[in-house]
Each structure stands twice: as C-alpha cells, then as structure tokens.
C-alpha cells in the first residue's frame, strides 16, 4: 500500500509528494498504523536504505535503530498523539554502510488521511559532524590537562638532568684546576729557589688562570641555577633589598673610596633574592669601572613608570661605547677585556633574571662618563589577602 | 721502621685523585701531620685497611676519617655506612671532603652519620688552609665520646 512506489494515489497528491521528496534534509511522512507514507531523497541518500526497504517505521526502526528499535518504536508510537511539533533529540541511526550518524528529530503533527489516520512528518539535520567536534573537543579538554602535566614534567626531568649535569662537570673540572693552581703554589713556595723573576711571574700566572676558571665555573653553575630555580615571587622591600646587595658589596671591595647614594626605591614585586642578586651584579660592576677615576661616585634611584618601577644604577667611571650596549648582556659579553677582572656573567645573570621577573633592562654609556643601567619591573600586585 | 706490622695511623685519608691526595699529603705534611695520615684511593681499600683479616687494631687506633664521596667501586657514601655498623669506628669523626656541593650528597652523608661536611676549595691557600684546620680541629680540639666498654656517670 506504499503511496510512493504506486505513484499518485488517491488519498495524497502527488505534487505534494515529489516536493517532500526533493526536501534537502531527511524527512519522513508517517500514519498513525505505522506506514510510512514518503521519505526525502536526502533520508534515503544518508540512511543507504532504499524506500522499499522501509514501508513501515517498524521495518525503519530495525534497520536503524538494531536492539534499540522497540524503545525508539515506543517514542514514535507517542508522536501521534501530538498536538504540537516537538523535538524529540538526537538518535544515533545505523546507516546502510554500518557506518554511525547522529540526527537531531524534530516532529510536527499535519493531519488526517481521509481513513481518519493521523499522520506526522519527522524531520531530521544530520549533526554528525558537529557531535563529532564537540566530542574531540571534550576529549582534548579532558586531556589537556594531562598532557601540559606531562610535557611539564618531561621539561622539569630534562631541568634535573642538566643541572646533574652541570655538577658533575663542574666536579670534574675542578679537581684539575685544583691540581694546577696547588701545584704552581707549592712551586712556588717550595722551590722558588730555581726560578728567576720571569718564571715566578709565569707560574703566578698559572695559579690565577686555574683560580679565574675555577670562579668563572662557579659563575656559569649560578647563571643556570638562576634560570632552573622556580623563585616564590612576592612584594619586595627593594630599599632593604638595595641596603643589603650594598653591604654586600662594599665587604667585597673594602678599598673602595667612592660615595654612593642611594634615593627611596619603590617596592617591587618579585623574589628578593634574585632582585639582590640583581643589584649586586649591577653595583659591583659600578664599583669597578669607577674605581679608577677621580672622586667615584654610585647613584641608585628610581621612579615609578607608567609600566612599572624602574631602578638605575648610575656611576661615573671609566664607562663604555653605546654602540656595544646590546653585548652588554650576552653571556661572557665583555666590553673592557682583562683591564678589569670578571667572568662576563654577572649582567648576562641580572638580563636572565629581570627577563624572568617580566621587566626589561637596558644600559647607556658614554666612553669616560660613566655607565647607568636601568631596569623596569611590573607593577607589584597585592597580595592575597 | 721496616719490618714493624703496619703502624696505626690516626687520620684516614680516601681520596682516588691521584693530584688531590698529592695535595692533601704536601698540606698535611708541611703541617707536621704528614706521619699521622693513611692515605687509600677507595672505599673497598679503605675497609680492607680497617676492617680486612690483618687489618689487627688499626679501625680501634683511628681518630679521624677524610672520604672523598665519588670514589670508584666503594664511593665514601657506603663506606661511611659500613664505618657506623662497625663497632670500632661508629663514633671516629668522619669528614666528608669533596668537591660536590651537591644538596643531594650533603643530605645523604648527614643521613648516614658524618660529622662534617666539606667541599673541596679550588685554590691551594684555601685547600691548605681548610684542611689543615679541618684536621687539627678534629685531632686536637674536638673531645671524643670515651673508649667502648667504659661507664657512662652515673645520674644525679
């Protein structure tokens, strides 16, 4: 009795019907008995089910819907009873292909057949493809969290390794160092007898090169543990932090005869040792280019910025090209060769640490006038209360 | 002297550097301690030294331990633990004297019982100067636990 494959039939217009079947989204005709009046091409196109293998939503239901059939059976029962459209929700039909579609129901009571059998018209968007994303989308949040764990702590591993790493060059290479400076000194000491004034001056030099290396490896494992040491950031009393990285460098150069002043410095927001280390680097540097010049002098002042505080450490020694500024921070970037002492490390430690604070630094110099380097830091947050 | 069953000597030297032995040996010597220091270049000879069939009452005469921690075979971390199972050398000083500043060897060797933690400086004024005070501090100001066997006083 299937109305499409008798062509027009008494009871529907044919019109009607091939304008349902050209609908572009899968749409079912249904009565009341369960027989199914007209399918879309999209419904059959989609489903791979042939109309005449589906002449009742009994025969439909079986073929979409397997096990779950007598429970879908049951919902579409209840539809004719409708007075209104409803939307019945998503159902995962099985296709002809075996493959697994999602579509979204939506139905819509439309009458009577002159039999008196109440008929409904299902409509169905395909939503595949959307409840597809939404899944993957809920999968990779789901994980998300466990792969930024894991990456974090396959970089935390790599850290540990390095910084094992590191000891245990740094172990190596100091029992040589300690073998040559030990041995140019007892040379030294002991047998100073056999050597002339130019080969005591050589073996000096000997002992100071084994020393110098043996700072300089000291340098470079602070320089990484500055960069591996997770700081516990925190509002910083930076006139105390200031006191103390001076008191710390004047027990280091005691001859120094410069005066330094020091202005208020706006709090910051940071970690207090890193933040000294900081102002240590940068006023031992001062110290030692403005040692040699007349009346040395070392000004640390600072301001508050539309970005943030910015500290300047200003002296007036021997100081450098602008031009070579930007080396300035490079790790063993040194401006002044071996007229002065150092490993080349201390600012390339203070960039690191401003870099890791967010805040920037720079530096300006003029050949015979002196050095000022001046580092801004975000603007301190308050704490929790 | 030839000819005498191994002489005690009261300060254990383990160190396998051949020049950081040489150099702890000079230090020592020039300190007037050179005759008071056994000098081995790992823990298993260490042991044997203390521990081994003719080693007679050489772990009871030891007064001071110098162990380096990395140490091929026997490191100075397990031999320091078979020191405080043996009776005879649970309570000797035992100094730690390494290059590793390492959190990780410092905590182990407290675990393990060493009295003293030192790292290895890299220039000769340091190095002579630690060990030299490390030692006599040890040997001659430090006040040993009493002899195994004698009574602890009596209370009150």
Redesign the interface.
């Known amino acids: 009795m299937n109305l499409l494959g008798a062509g027009p039939g008494p009871r529907v217009e044919a019109l009607h019907i091939r304008a349902l079947r050209a609908t572009p989204t899968p749409l079912l005709l249904h009565a009341e008995d369960g027989e199914v009046l007209a399918a879309s091409h999209a419904w059959t196109e989609i489903t791979g089910y042939p109309p005449e293998d589906f002449p009742s939503m009994e025969a439909w239901t079986a073929l979409a819907y397997g096990e779950e059939a007598p429970r879908v059976m049951a919902g579409i029962r209840r539809l004719y009873d409708l007075q209104a459209p409803v939307h019945e929700g998503e159902f995962r039909i099985r296709t002809h292909s075996g493959e697994v579609r999602v579509w979204d129901f939506h139905s819509n009571p439309v009458g009577r057949l002159p039999d008196g059998r109440r008929v409904v018209v299902s409509v169905a968007h395909d939503v595949t493809d959307r409840v597809r994303a939404q899944r993957e989308v809920r999968r990779l949040s789901d994980t998300l969290e466990d792969q930024v764990q894991e990456r974090t702590q396959e970089v935390r591993d790599a850290y540990r390794e390095l910084e094992?790493f590191s000891?245990s060059i740094?172990?190596d290479l100091?029992?040589?160092?300690?073998?040559v400076?030990?041995?140019?000194?007892?040379l030294l000491r002991d047998h100073a007898a056999w050597l002339d004034s130019r080969g005591e001056e050589l073996v000096r030099s000997i002992?100071r090169a084994?020393?110098d290396m043996?700072a300089l490896m000291d340098d470079l494992l602070r320089l990484s543990g500055t960069v591996q040491e997770a700081p516990t950031f925190g509002p910083v009393d930076m006139d105390a932090t200031a006191e103390a990285a001076l008191e710390r460098v004047r027990t280091a150069h005691p001859g120094y005869g410069g005066r330094v002043v020091k202005g208020p410095l706006p709090d910051a927001w940071g970690s207090a040792p890193l933040l000294q280390q900081v102002l240590v680097n940068l006023l031992d540097n001062a110290v030692k280019y403005s040692a040699p010049v007349p009346e040395p002098r070392i000004e640390i002042t600072a301001h508050t910025g539309p970005r943030g505080p910015e500290y300047r450490v200003r002296d007036n020694g021997v100081g450098f090209d602008a031009a070579l500024a930007p080396r300035m921070f490079d790790i063993f970037g040194r401006l002044h060769g071996d007229d002065f002492p150092g490993s080349g490390i201390g600012l390339a430690i203070v960039e690191r640490i401003v870099r890791r604070h967010g805040g920037e630094i720079h530096a300006d110099g003029t050949p015979g006038a002196g050095a000022c380097v001046t580092f801004r830091l975000p603007h301190p947050r308050s704490p929790m209360p | 002297m030839t000819g005498s069953p191994a002489v005690p000597r009261p300060v254990l030297v383990v160190e396998d550097?051949r020049?950081?032995a040489r150099?702890a040996r000079?230090v020592l010597a020039q300190a007037g301690m050179g005759h008071l220091v056994h000098l081995v270049r790992d823990g298993r000879e260490a042991a044997d030294y203390l521990f081994g069939l003719d080693a007679g009452p050489r772990a009871a005469a030891l007064r001071l331990a110098l162990l380096d921690i990395?140490l091929p075979g026997m490191d100075g971390l397990e031999l320091l633990r078979r020191m405080r199972e043996e009776l005879a050398t649970r309570s000797v000083p035992v100094v730690m004297f390494t290059?590793?500043?390492?959190a990780r060897d410092r905590w182990a060797a407290y675990r393990l019982g060493a009295n003293s933690y030192v790292v290895?400086?890299?220039?000769?004024?340091d190095?002579s100067h630690t060990l030299e005070r490390v030692v006599r501090y040890w040997l001659e100001v430090n006040r040993p636990p009493p002899a195994q066997g004698s009574r602890p006083p009596e209370a009150g």
């Open positions: 094992a000891h740094a172990h100091r029992a040589p160092l300690r073998a400076n030990g041995y140019a000194e007892i002992a084994a020393l043996g | 550097n020049d950081d150099l000079h990395k290059s590793s500043d390492q290895k400086p890299v220039g000769f004024d190095l």
